[in-house]
Structures are given as structure tokens and as C-alpha cells.
T-cell receptor, first 109, second 116 residues
Framework: GQSLEQPSEVTAVEGAIVQINCTYQ??????LSWYQQHDGGAPTFLSY????GLEETGRFSSFLSRSDSYGYLLLQELQMKDSASYFC??????????FGSGTRLLVRP | NAGVTQTPKFQVLKTGQSMTLQCAQD?????MYWYRQDPGMGLRLIYY???????DKGEVPNGYNVSRLNKREFSLRLESAAPSQTSVYFC???????????????FGPGTRLLVL
């Protein structure tokens, strides 16, 4: 079967750095995506990694290791507005985009 | 450029009623998806369409049907609604770069469905 594992909840302080991990087991693999979702809103796309390594977009970075079936999202200089749920998702070889169950990030002052 | 639009925004149904959720995108994307999200949960893939003219089952297709009407529109139909289908439904469209080296994906605002 297909599965993605990520922590259910993470708490961090404003200004700090937080890492959200994602491990996956899927039928084939094209890439790993990350999404942010605020309560009551729609998911918004953050990043996509098809190759091993680190991709940086402003305060957010995403990492992928295909050999370890593992990736993470790194959020730097945390702000209160970063409090949200973060989902990893895998594009498998059937072109399905499968989501993890999400990590709820709470940023404290 | 409206992105991904969904109608209706809210709907209340009685058990056994049918309805169609509409989704349209104006970004000329090839791939479209339907997800459901239950409270406090992740998104579960119902059906997807990798390209115009094709549709495939996702993780939870039972009780649903889809139609890729054209490249812009992808509808989701509940033939006989059940309380277990109470959820928020999101439509998404994607464009993948050559050899899936890049991704662009947008979600619609969602449809909140309550089945009594």
C-alpha cells in the first residue's frame, strides 16, 4: 500500500527554525510536494522536489532524499502567520498525487 | 485569471439525494484532481484526470463518479449521498514540467457538503 508519515503536531517559538519530516512508501515516485493550509482555507502549494537535495524559496526550504524515501520542509524565521497545517504529498508513477495526514504547526510568541 | 473555481460553496443534502460538484480551471492545466478532507484529517484522493479524456480512481472512489468534460472542467457526482460523505471537497489542477521535474498546482476554495 501507499503511505506517507509525518508528525501530527509541532510547536515552535516565533523567530525560530522548525523542520517537518515526511517519509513515504508509494508505488513509484516522481516527486515530493509540500502544501500549507490555514484553518478553513484551501491548501496552497509551497514546493516540489524531484531530485535529491535542498530547494530554497525565501524562508522555506525543502529537502529530498530519494534513496531514503524521506524529505523535510524547513521553515526559518518563524512568524505567527506560519501557524497552519503542512502536508507532504507524493506524485506516484500512476500520476496520483497522494497526501500525508498533515502536521499542525503552532507558532508561539 | 480566476485560477480554480468550484461550485457550490456550501450544500446540504438528505440521504439518498444526488448532486454534482463543478470545478473549472483557466490555466490550461492537463491534470485535475478531486479530494475530500474530513475534519482534522489530510486530503484523500477520490478521482483524478491526468489529461483530457482520461479519468482514474484514487484512494476513496466508492460512491462517486467523475466527468472530464473538457480540458477546463472536471465534475464530481454523488449519485446517492450518504452521511459518510459529509466532508469538504477540494478540486485541484496541476501542470507538470518535462519528466516531472517541476510542478505547478492550484486548489479551488472547496465545497462544504453536509449530508443529513
Amino acid at each position: 500500500g501507499q503511505s506517507l508519515e509525518q508528525p501530527s503536531e509541532v510547536t515552535a517559538v516565533e523567530g525560530a527554525i522548525v523542520q517537518i519530516n515526511c517519509t513515504y512508501q508509494t508505488s513509484g515516485f516522481y516527486g515530493l510536494s509540500w502544501y500549507q493550509q490555514h484553518d478553513g482555507g484551501a491548501p496552497t502549494f509551497l514546493s516540489y522536489n524531484a531530485l535529491d537535495g535542498l530547494e530554497e524559496t525565501g524562508r522555506f526550504s525543502s529537502f529530498l532524499s530519494r534513496s531514503d524515501s524521506y524529505g523535510y520542509l524547513l521553515l526559518q524565521e518563524l512568524q505567527m502567520k506560519d501557524s497552519a497545517s503542512y502536508f507532504c504529498a507524493v506524485l506516484d508513477s500512476s500520476y496520483k498525487l497522494i497526501f500525508g495526514s498533515g502536521t499542525r504547526l503552532l507558532v508561539r510568541p | 485569471n480566476a485560477g480554480v473555481t468550484q461550485t457550490p460553496k456550501f450544500q446540504v443534502l438528505k440521504t439518498g439525494q444526488s448532486m454534482t460538484l463543478q470545478c473549472a480551471q483557466d490555466m490550461n492545466h492537463n491534470s485535475m484532481y478531486w479530494y475530500r478532507q474530513d475534519p482534522g484529517m489530510g486530503l484523500r484522493l477520490i478521482y483524478y484526470s491526468a489529461s483530457e479524456g482520461t479519468t482514474d480512481k484514487g484512494e476513496v472512489p466508492n460512491g462517486y463518479n467523475v466527468s472530464r468534460l473538457n480540458k477546463r472542467e472536471f465534475s464530481l457526482r454523488l449519485e446517492s449521498a450518504a452521511p459518510s460523505q459529509t466532508s469538504v471537497y477540494f478540486c485541484a489542477s496541476s501542470e507538470w514540467g518535462d519528466n516531472f521535474m517541476s510542478e505547478t498546482q492550484y486548489f479551488g476554495p472547496g465545497t462544504r457538503l453536509l449530508v443529513l
